[in-house]
């Protein structure tokens, strides 16, 4: 086969890949949307503890049959699948908790560190290097979402008060950036779903005592109708959907191409504002936005 061939094959999988990813960050948005709007009555720790669980209850008839066939495979990656879960569930807690302190605008400029912060931890745990278009292109997106979120207006930046909120919001995006560049250890004897389901599991058992300290000393979770009905959407869309998907497309493309599509959020949070709340999409928007699909497609090229 020629390498003409093989080129044509990956494209259509490379492809898929970044629309897996970009659908994922998608997700993101509307499970961020619903962590700040219930964060008053929810827990974070709680809220996050029931919607990795649900999500692990809700796979585990399609994924514990190919787990028990292939249970040595998860014994010999135990730890890191416990590593993982502790970086996926502990960075979800992380972001909500932080939403109890800062604003949606200084996590959406946090969370647009998290390609750099990738980069950086991949350069120090596998060796990765981006080149200078890279460089430029991550620089691009981080530009567009600083547009976006303080509507081109240079006196909101300068205004922005920091707190405790944002020290823990670049703690959450440091986990994630942890997560990610870890995604391609993963062992290829277990399945995509059976794979994510066992992350889930670790995850819950890490974030069981947490909860328990939570429920005791600060507040319990409401069983309400809101609290049902946030944490089964966050379960599948966020726990299941967007984690599947994530991982799904980091294998392919990479954990330093991938990290850049983050920078989407804010474009996905102002089209599901027009949509849903019919707020109105201004020049700041349409620019933002072409800095960060400017700055993604200087990541993504070769």
């Known amino acids: 086969m020629t390498n ?3 080129m044509a094959e990956k494209r259509p999988e490379i492809s898929h890949a970044y629309a897996f990813i970009s659908l994922a960050v998608f997700t993101w948005a509307i499970g961020l949307i619903i962590g700040r709007a219930v964060h008053q009555e929810i827990p974070p720790v ?14 585990s008839p399609f994924c514990l049959r190919e787990i028990w066939q292939n249970i040595g495979v998860v014994k010999e990656n135990l730890f890191y699948f416990f590593r993982q879960g502790i970086f996926m569930t502990g960075g979800g807690v992380l972001l909500y908790l932080a939403l109890n302190y800062t604003t949606a605008i200084n996590v959406s400029l946090v969370n647009s560190t998290q390609p750099a912060l990738t ?7 596998v060796g990765d290097k981006i080149n200078r278009f890279q460089f430029l ?13 303080t509507r081109a207006d240079i006196s909101i ?3 922005l008060e920091f707190n405790i909120g944002d020290l823990i919001t670049i703690l959450a995006t440091a986990v994630y950036a942890m997560y990610a560049v870890n995604i391609r250890k993963m062992p290829n004897d277990l399945g995509l779903f059976p794979s994510v389901f066992v992350i889930l599991i670790l995850g819950s058992i890490f974030l069981l005592p947490i909860y328990i300290w939570e429920t005791v000393f600060i507040r319990p979770v409401p069983f309400s109708a809101t609290f049902m009905v946030s944490a089964v959407t966050l379960a599948i869309l966020v726990s299941i959907l967007s984690l599947a998907l994530w991982n799904k497309g980091n294998a392919i493309i990479g954990h330093n191409r991938a990290s850049i599509f983050v920078n989407l959020f804010p474009v996905y949070s102002a089209i599901l504002a027009f949509i849903f709340l019919g707020e109105r999409v201004f020049l700041y928007h349409i620019i933002g936005a072409g800095f960060v699909c400017a700055g993604i497609f200087m990541v993504v090229r070769k």
């Open 4 to 6: 003409t061939h093989v």
């Open 46 to 59: 709680g809220l996050s503890f029931w919607r990795w669980l649900l999500a692990a209850l809700i796979l």
């Open 119 to 125: 980069v950086f931890c991949a350069r120090l745990i």
């Open 137 to 149: 292109g991550i620089v691009a997106a981080m530009t567009g979402v600083t547009i976006m979120v």
């Open 157 to 159: 930046l300068m205004g």
